[in-house]
């Protein structure tokens, strides 16, 4: 079965590039492609459902459909679909489509990996992906040939830092499994991975390249790396805490991990502050959502790795939802200076609808489902002491505050100039609110998530 998933998005991947390398074949075929990405999700959910998910398994060699996939790949593919099938109808870069599916490919890869070295090599080709999305970037709202250049350059060197030291912590973790006297060893080895890890999701402080993504990167790009990429970078987190759970066992390391991972989630809510375009703004909440799993991973805790995994699946949908309705924002008003958008609300009521419930989802509130990780979240912070809660509140609080305000702004606040009647077709206005809808339903019934996420957990001992 993991060969028939990963098949079914590579030859939809290829379908695409294709598409994208003749010219106009995308807009003549939009609605049959469309029809390929209903096809490919439908029966990429449906082999999942009818399948039986093994339990977590110890990193080796070939590919496993286990309880972690189980839990993610779904929302994973239904906030791509989201994304590549929008893109088929609006005015953006041909290769949009082809992006998307890509690294979509390449994370249901990483997703069913039991092999360690596969997976940084399918975390490092997402990145070349997301890369290529800078370089063949049509010329548009923000579109600067030198500000991709000099992004791109950034952007390279990093991520072939991160590999490298997921690939030392990885070679040291192995030697460590035989040489277990060297007590001094797991501490280097989760200092060197937090690094790697870092620089591969985006988390604070190591989030130079983030924003520049977000702002420079054409959309599909942007959701590749803060929907696909970023969670492949937490299914690797996952998957080398559960082989080896000496990591976080340690109290003094997991003391110092929760201490970063709150910490960055505040940083991140406080910068948001001092953006003025949206797209960075965007990149910065990003993170914020980053330090919370982080810190739910970080806990060892059965509460902690509950919420966090929920905001993890949930994100896989909300943040390509927020960084569209984005785009289809500043492209209406052909702006992407916060202070130079407004009254969009009322030319674009379907996608202000699919905004505000991806804002929900992304700071945790009811009716999306995020809410009840967040409420698992609050449980472990309040067990770990007062100012891990005050610190997770806080973040929350200035990420309401910033969230708040852009929003108003973008949506009901007063335009410089007179906003024109939308020009999009219908079909993505009804994408967004249709993912909109389903981040509610994962609200109300919470349970979707839930069981499979007790099942995985209970293959996880080490966790208290």
């Known amino acids: 079965m993991p060969l028939g998933l990963i098949g079914l998005w590579l030859v939809l991947s290829l379908l695409l590039v294709v598409c994208s390398v003749v010219p106009g074949s995308l807009q003549r075929l939009r609605w049959v492609l469309l029809g390929a990405v209903i096809v490919v999700l439908a029966a990429s959910a449906a082999l999942v459902w009818m399948g039986h998910p093994e339990p977590l398994p110890r990193f080796r060699g070939g590919l496993a459909f286990d309880d972690l996939s189980h839990v993610l790949l779904p929302p994973l593919w239904i906030g791509a679909a989201t994304a590549i099938a929008s893109a088929l109808f609006l005015p953006s870069g041909r290769y949009e489509p082809a992006i998307g599916a890509l690294t979509t490919a390449a994370a249901t890869a990483g997703v069913l990996s039991a092999n360690a070295l596969l997976t940084?090599?399918?975390?490092?080709?997402?990145?070349?992906?997301?890369?290529?999305?800078?370089?063949?970037?049509?010329?548009?709202?923000?579109?600067?040939?030198?500000?991709?250049?000099?992004?791109?350059?950034?952007?390279?060197?990093?991520?072939?830092?991160?590999?490298?030291?997921?690939?030392?912590?990885?070679?040291?973790?192995?030697?460590?499994?035989?040489?277990?006297?060297?007590?001094?060893?797991?501490?280097?080895?989760?200092?060197?991975?937090?690094?790697?890890?870092?620089?591969?999701?985006?988390?604070?402080?190591?989030?130079?390249?983030?924003?520049?993504?977000?702002?420079?990167?054409?959309?599909?790009?942007?959701?590749?790396?803060?929907?696909?990429?970023?969670?492949?970078?937490?299914?690797?987190?996952?998957?080398?805490?559960?082989?080896?759970?000496?990591?976080?066992?340690?109290?003094?390391?997991?003391?110092?991990?929760?201490?970063?991972?709150?910490?960055?989630?505040?940083?991140?809510?406080?910068?948001?502050?001092?953006?003025?375009?949206?797209?960075?703004?965007?990149?910065?909440?990003?993170?914020?959502?980053?330090?919370?799993?982080?810190?739910?991973?970080?806990?060892?805790?059965?509460?902690?790795?509950?919420?966090a995994l929920v905001l993890l699946a949930i994100r896989c949908v909300s943040q390509p939802l927020l960084i569209l309705t984005a785009r289809a924002a500043q492209r209406q008003a052909g702006q992407t200076e916060l202070d130079k958008l407004g009254e969009l609300a009322k030319v674009l009521p379907l996608t202000t609808f699919a905004w505000l419930v991806a804002i929900f989802a992304s700071l945790g509130l009811p009716p999306a489902g995020s809410f009840w990780g967040l409420a698992a979240l609050l449980r472990v912070s309040l067990s770990t002491g007062g100012l891990a809660t005050a610190a997770l509140l806080g973040s929350g609080l200035f990420g309401l505050w910033r969230l708040g305000q852009t929003s108003y702004a973008v949506f009901w606040g007063r335009a410089r100039s007179f906003v024109t009647p939308s020009a999009d077709p219908w079909a993505p206005r009804w994408i967004f609110a249709t993912a909109g809808a389903g981040l509610i339903a994962a609200g109300l019934a919470p349970r979707l998530l839930q069981s499979p996420i007790d099942q995985l957990l209970a293959g996880l001992p080490f966790l208290r």
Request: proline share 4%; net charge neutral; with cysteine.
């Open 120 to 307: 940084i090599a399918l975390l490092q080709a997402g990145a070349l992906i997301v890369l290529a999305g800078l370089l063949v970037h049509d010329e548009g709202l923000s579109g600067h040939p030198l500000l991709n250049v000099a992004t791109s350059l950034k952007f390279l060197t990093l991520t072939v830092v991160s590999g490298a030291c997921l690939v030392m912590a990885l070679l040291l973790s192995t030697f460590y499994a035989v040489n277990q006297d060297r007590v001094e060893l797991p501490r280097i080895i989760a200092a060197v991975f937090v690094v790697g890890f870092g620089l591969a999701a985006g988390a604070v402080p190591f989030y130079f390249h983030v924003p520049d993504v977000f702002d420079a990167a054409p959309a599909l790009a942007t959701v590749s790396l803060a929907g696909p990429m970023q969670c492949l970078a937490f299914v690797y987190l996952i998957r080398t805490i559960g082989n080896g759970p000496w990591l976080v066992t340690d109290q003094h390391v997991s003391n110092v991990l929760v201490g970063g991972a709150l910490a960055g989630a505040v940083l991140a809510s406080v910068l948001a502050f001092g953006q003025r375009r949206l797209n960075r703004i965007l990149a910065f909440n990003a993170m914020r959502e980053v330090g919370w799993i982080a810190f739910g991973l970080a806990s060892a805790s059965r509460g902690g790795w509950t919420g």
